[in-house]
């Protein structure tokens, strides 16, 4: 990396965008180049809202079978806005047209060519053929199916973890698979990397997700640092360290995005905290014996951030820890046969800051009660709803800025 002398330029928003996105009103906005780094601090900001318009809902509490849903685990969407939709409860993998409307379902639950089994890993559509890919994973391979619903290959994956944002598809359709490079340790984070597969499903090689100087390396539990990462479709690597809002993009070319905003820490309320407490007594009791690492006490305060998203044109979404708010209690059920967890009222808001590609901060988007974001295009969103009584929805969202 170059080591030139930094240069310090305090910007006008038009100067720091220089793209189509517009940004936030700001107060203080800095802009900091030392080499191939370029930090953007935003202090002071006051960013505008995004709202989330529902303009698709796919799902019935009661009707026909096709339309009802169980357990949404991925949502992929094609270039005509079309839906994939993989429901774990039937199983089976259904394709909706763009106003909703059952169209087929991709082959069907075993092992032989284009099946699957319960549980699905990330699905996304390519960009160069139309064509879907599937992370089967209790058949350990990636389906790929033709654009009709036809089986096309499989690809093996020599990986049995199961987490969140497991898969991600590059814009030059190379496939990114989550990984564990050894065996998980007591009170250590978990060595995850990614299996980089080219657009025929060979390995390319395997990516560590880079080092922090302030990475944490105690134990993971309610509401510690962390580090945070995720691999952008347009490639590089970003990540931070939960302690402060603070995130770097590593970019494909070389380059490195950072973006700092100035937010202070919500608190752990007091109410919230003997939930947690609570919560913790009970995965103790009933699941201590499987845990890898012990359970810290709950902190007086959270940390900026619980995660990081970035969509298909490099929009980079980051979920903020807020402050919880007291609500109806409700009382979950635990497995058959085991305890069932204590009752929980305490719940966050989710809230989303988005940033364009370039670093300028969008502003400020709060997602719907019960909502979780899988599908990021621009100005169009899709994600995976419960309703009342813990039926699945399928929404697309237009997002609108005020």
Known sequence: MKSNASKLVAVTLATLVGCAEEPSSSSSIERVVVGDTTTV?????????????????????????????????????????????????????????????????????????????????????????????????????????????????????????????????????????????????????????????????????????????NEPDGPVGTFTVSKVWAMSPLGGFVVGVNDRYMLTHYRSDGTVLRIERDVPLPSVLTGERRELEDMNAWRLRTQGQFMTSELPPVPDTKPAYRSIMVGEQGRIWVRRYVEAEQGESIQRQGPPGMEPPPPTSWREATVMDVFGSSGEFLGEVRVPPRTELSVLRHDRVWGIQRGEFDEAYVVGFRLEWH
């Open 41 to 213: 601090r935003f202090l002071g900001v006051a960013p505008r809202e995004g709202t989330l318009v529902e303009e698709t809902r796919i799902g019935v509490l009661e009707g026909p079978p096709e339309y009802q849903f169980g357990r949404v685990s991925d949502i992929a969407v094609d270039e005509d806005e079309g839906i994939y939709v993989f429901d774990g409860l039937a199983p089976a993998l259904r394709y909706y047209n763009a106003a909703g409307e059952y169209v087929r379902t991709l082959g069907s639950e075993g092992e032989g060519p284009g099946e699957y089994q319960d549980a699905s890993l990330g699905m996304a559509v390519r960009r160069t053929d139309g064509r879907l890919v599937m992370r089967d994973p209790r058949n350990m391979r990636l389906n790929v199916y033709n654009p009709d619903g036809s089986t096309s290959e499989s690809w093996r994956v020599e990986s049995g973890l199961f987490t969140s944002g497991a898969t991600t598809l590059g814009s030059d359709d190379h496939v990114y698979l989550k990984t564990l490079t050894g065996r998980p340790e007591p009170n250590k984070p978990w060595p995850i990397a990614l299996l980089h597969m080219d657009d025929r499903g060979q390995l390319v090689d395997t990516l560590l997700p880079p080092s922090l100087p």
